[in-house]
């Protein structure tokens, strides 16, 4: 009998069914863990997803909106984006921060870690909180249609508890801040 944690997957064979530069779709044929078998998809992520909360000192952030082709809505979220692997995520993060609001900070605190949908992908989110922020002009790209919107943190923390959000790493992050400043730790 395998150990809880060891893999009970057996691959039997794999085919790439999509590559583009940003994600890689491979359908595996399995024999599943019961010993039947199966298929089973999974997306790779070229690029780690990376996501900023920006605060300044009156406990103010910033949330990014934007119209999101995916899921067909528009969304509000922290600024967020591609990481390339192998770069440092906090230049990405810094990259990002200033690309999508014209924020600079002076000290990045990495919260969080997190994989984003372990069920059919392995993207993997580094979340970070962004502090002592001075205001530069915004540089996003060309894909981006972008609306800045400066709101105090518990207001943002409202909208996470309603549902007005939900962007899964924008939760996350409001949820993780909101914890670190109750417990002093942030």
């Not at 000192?57 to 692997?85: C, H, K």
């Not at 909180?129 to 249609?145: H, S, Y």
Request: aromatic share 8%; charged share 25%.
């Amino acid at each position: 009998m395998l150990h809880p944690e060891e893999n009970p997957w057996k691959t039997t064979s794999e085919q790439i069914v999509y590559d583009n530069p940003w994600i890689k779709l491979t359908e595996y044929q399995v024999i599943n863990p019961s010993g039947n078998p199966g298929i089973y998809g999974k997306i790779h992520f070229k690029n780690i997803a990376i996501g900023v909360l920006p605060l300044d000192n009156d406990l103010n952030t910033y949330l990014v909106g934007q119209y999101r082709f995916a899921l067909g809505q528009y969304s509000w979220e922290m600024p967020e984006g591609g990481g390339i692997i192998g770069i440092d995520p906090i230049e990405s993060a810094k990259r990002e921060l200033l690309e999508e609001t014209g924020l600079k900070a002076e000290m990045w605190t990495e919260i969080q870690r997190l994989h984003l949908s372990n069920s059919v992908s392995d993207e993997l989110s580094i979340l970070f909180v962004a502090r002592g922020l001075r205001q530069f002009e915004a540089e996003p790209e060309d894909t981006e249609q972008l609306m800045i919107k400066k709101l105090p943190l518990e207001q943002v923390y409202q909208m996470v508890c309603k549902g007005e959000i939900t962007d899964a790493m924008t939760v996350a992050a409001v949820l993780k801040v909101k914890l670190l400043l109750i417990e002093n730790k942030l």
